[in-house]
């Protein structure tokens, strides 16, 4: 799931080096394919998704009202709905980064 390596990038996450993430999130038999792991499980599990909805929420730069939009589905409790919603924010906030890296 490419969603999962964009969400463990913007964590500061080394795919290809297992180290750099957290040993909290116990892996176990961690395999790389295609540059994806497939055991992340930020789609699925609330371990996962909170530190990465967390950091979303305490970025600096706000990008167009996403801090909003994770508030409101954080209200659904519902973790796909936050899982979209994350991940439309991490989207929206590469874009920008890479907008101020061009001028």
Known sequence: MKD????AEFM???ILSPTTIPPSLHLSNL???NGEIPNFKFHSSWDWLMPVAEKCLCTDEKTDGQHYFINDALLTCNIEVVFDRVVEFIKDYNKLKWTYLER
């Not at 999962?4 to 969400?7: A, G, S, W």
């Open 12 to 14: 500061g996450w080394d």
């Open 4 to 7: 999962n390596k964009l969400i």
């Open 31 to 33: 395999e790389v394919n």
